[in-house]
């Protein structure tokens, strides 16, 4: 059993070790395996190990030697651009969205199309799908074969490892095997999570440009339709035990509150949604959008101003209950509550002064959206290239 365990051990480490040499050859490439060990904090031996694994995988070739300062030569590293692509896809209520996504992390070509799936046209979503990646991969002349997998982000509860979508209340979905439908017609691997975890593992690999924190905890806060929290641990998603945690939206605040849509009172989400802010600016006066209700507040509306306030007021609050149970280094505020009024990150920076204690307060940075609407297609392609790091190796 212990053998089993430190064997297990040793797995995790290399993939972990893996992906963060990866990572750092992302960002900083070309760079000689002597700085990655300087950026990551691995030994130079660990280096070696795990950079020979990204060649074999052919996700990283060794280039010209150049001087170094002191005039010794060193092997540069760098991504291997030509050699696999990945597809990163978003489905949401209105619209779905796919790209081609290169080792980078860049988009080489994207499509979107508007479908109301209402839960009935399930099989016109794959054809749509499958057309745009086909059309796309042609377009740019990319064979089909260069393509390792699929990764797609939707809105709900998702199970990663049958392909589930368990439940989704903006699809209309209920225990639909969506990886086995896509895969049927796609003809390359699909991998499926929710979107705000996949937008999380876009959103932190880029936001660590500066450095590899090998160890960071990165909290995504998002607040738009709904509200929901996504958590990437050491560069993986972190799901729990059914991949729920994160669905701090029906944490409940007040038993005696508002009812939700999941059947309780009070929970968080009933206080911050687009909805929830809708409805009570519709008990002054009719307000259609959440631009209006801005719209109204520019316009010096005590009462529109004193409604956005609270909502800032709840996100901290929010941003405070995410630090108390995760103690995250980074927080990425995010949602089209944030994106369509960037002011009111400043509004919510603001409240934190109130709502997080004083002793967490210096515990983290909060960062805004650095991929804004592509974060969910760039964070999904990441969770292929991930998968192929992970277990590349195993079908080879
Ligand atoms: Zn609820």
Known sequence: MQVLLEK????????????????????????????????????AATVGRVVADLIELGLVKETDQIS???????????????????????????????????????????????????????????????????????????????FVGAGVGL?????????????????????????????????????????????????????????????????????????????????????????????IGHSIIDPNGKLCECGKRGCLQTYITDLALLQEANQIREVRSLQELFQYMEQGEPWARSIIDRACSYIAITINNVVCAYNPNHIILTGKFIEDHPEMFEAVKLKLQEFVGEHFSGS???????LGERSVMIGAAKLVLQQQIDYGLVHK
């Open 68 to 146: 170094g300062g002191v005039g010794r030569k060193a092997t540069m590293l760098d991504l291997d651009l030509e050699s696999i692509m990945t597809v990163g896809i978003e489905v949401d209520r209105n619209l779905t969205k796919a790209a081609l996504v290169d080792l980078s992390g860049r988009i080489i070509a994207e499509k979107q199309q508007v479908v109301d799936q209402n839960g009935k046209q399930l099989d016109v979503l794959i054809d749509l799908i499958v057309h745009m990646v086909t059309e796309m991969a042609a377009e740019q002349g990319i064979p089909l074969s260069k």
């Open 155 to 247: 809105p709900g509860i998702v199970d990663p490892d049958q392909g589930m979508v368990v439940f989704s209340a903006q699809l209309g979905w209920r225990n639909i095997s969506f990886v086995k439908m896509l895969e049927a017609k796609l003809n390359m691997p699909v991998v499926l999570d929710n979107d705000l975890k996949v937008k999380a593992l876009g959103e932190s690999s880029f936001h660590s440009l500066d450095g590899i924190p090998a160890e960071s905890i990165t909290a995504l806060v998002s607040i738009g339709s709904g509200l929901g929290t996504a958590l990437i641990m050491d560069q993986k998603i972190y799901r729990g035990s059914r991949n729920i945690a994160g669905e």
């Open 364 to 370: 983290f940075e909060m960062f805004r959206s650095k």
């Open 8 to 43: 297990h051990d040793q797995e995790f480490i290399r993939k972990k070790n893996r992906m963060l040499a990866f990572n750092s050859i992302q960002h900083h490439h070309p760079i000689s395996r002597t700085d990655i060990a300087k950026l990551s904090g691995m030994s």
